[in-house]
Structures are given as C-alpha cells and as structure tokens.
T-cell receptor, first 113, second 112 residues
C-alpha cells in the first residue's frame, strides 16, 4: 500500500490567494483527519470525517477554512483567502474501521507570503 | 488548559542514559492512549499504544495512570537514533466517534 498520499508537498502562495490541499487516505480506512502543525501550537486537529461525513469541525480556525470528502478515497482542505498566519505543515491521517492507529501522510508545507 | 500537556523539552541526554517523559490529559473520559514519534520534517508515526496495565516494547516502557490522568514513556539505554520528538496522544469520544488529540511533543536529543 502506498500509504496516505498528500499533495502538493510544498506550496508557496501570496496572501489572499486560494489554496487547496489534497489527501488520498489508505484504501479501506473509514476515518480521515486533517491536522495543522506549527512550532507554537503543535499538532492541532482541524476536522475529521467518518465514512465521508464530517463529524467534528470544531478545530477549523475560521470561515476561511473548509474541508470536503466527496468519496472514500479523496479529501480536500481549502483556505480562501489565505493569510500569512496560515503558514504551517498540514497533515492528513486515516484510520481503519475498528483500528486504533492513525497513519499520517507526509504533509503539505504551506507558506503564505 | 490544553487537553493534553507535555513538557516541550528539549531533553539532552548522553547515549546509554534512561530518560522519562510524562504527559497529562484533562478529559477523564478518554479511551485510548498512544505515543507517537516524529522525526524532523517528517510525519508522526506510532511508537506504541499505552495499556492500563503498562506495556513494554524492547527499550521502551509505557505506563498509564488513570486516577492521576497521566501517561509516561521510559526509554532505557538511549541510542542516537532515538533523537526525535515524542508526542503523547489521547483518543476520546467526540461527537459520536473517536478523535485523536496530540500533545505538543517533547524533544529528545541523544548525545554521543
């Protein structure tokens, strides 16, 4: 298995631009998580899905952030408009049905200038 | 107060030393507990689960104290390759299913 696949690996964008981060979970995993990691705040849970349904989005910082999971093999996290304080590493993770271990993608390093 | 708290370190220890990390959590209804390891500029990876009775995996020992709501990780005979950030993870019920809450991590540097 290829593991959790995230794209792009690196993104540099200008303030005000729309940014879309992509995630392909491991096949058969029914839970998907989006995290943001910064030096100051560590790993913060933004949103998680169970069976493609958003269960808890209380970690989404504000309305500029949105996430979708149109099917079991794909999820997006969108920031519109982006701001410099959104600069961070964004991780996607998935977990199998009945399992306890979450498997992480390699992350997307976002820089907003 | 954060849901999961860890001493950020860094812990600088010589090779061969024993080092221990603690982590406290605030939600007494938390169900499962883990230690993840994260190398610089890499994704977190599961190191070990933490069971109520305590568990050991080679040089690593994890313990859980539900009454005091803390988790510990002990590393014996530390190696240079143990240098990393160790993340405490608590899984608790949220909105009908389970979500992982990470601590901010404890940095360990093992020195030659």
């Amino acid at each position: 298995d290829a593991g959790v696949i995230q794209s792009p690996r690196h993104e540099v964008t200008e303030m005000g631009q729309e940014v879309t981060l992509r995630c392909k979970p491991i096949s058969g995993h029914n839970s998907l998580f989006w995290y943001r990691q910064t030096m100051m705040r560590g790993l913060e849970l933004l949103i998680y899905f169970n069976n493609n349904v958003p269960i808890d989005d209380s970690g989404m910082p504000e309305d500029r952030f949105s996430a979708k999971m149109p099917n079991a093999s794909f999820s997006t996290l969108k920031i519109q408009p982006s701001e410099p304080r959104d600069s961070a590493v964004y991780f996607c993770a998935s977990r199998p049905t009945g399992g306890s271990e979450a498997f992480f993608g390699q992350g997307t390093r976002l820089t907003v200038v | 107060r954060k849901e999961v708290e860890q001493d950020p370190g860094p812990f600088n220890v010589p090779e061969g030393a024993t080092v221990a990390f603690n982590c406290t959590y605030s939600n007494s209804a938390s169900q499962s507990f883990f230690w993840y390891r994260q190398d610089c500029r890499k994704e977190p990876k599961l190191l070990m689960s933490v069971y109520s009775s305590g568990n050991e995996d080679g040089r690593f020992t994890a313990q859980l104290n539900r009454a005091s709501q803390y988790i510990s990780l002990l590393i014996r005979d530390s190696k240079l390759s143990d240098s990393a950030t160790y993340l405490c993870v608590v899984m608790g019920r949220g909105s009908g299913t389970y979500k992982y809450i990470f601590g901010t991590g404890t940095r360990l540097k093992v020195l030659a």
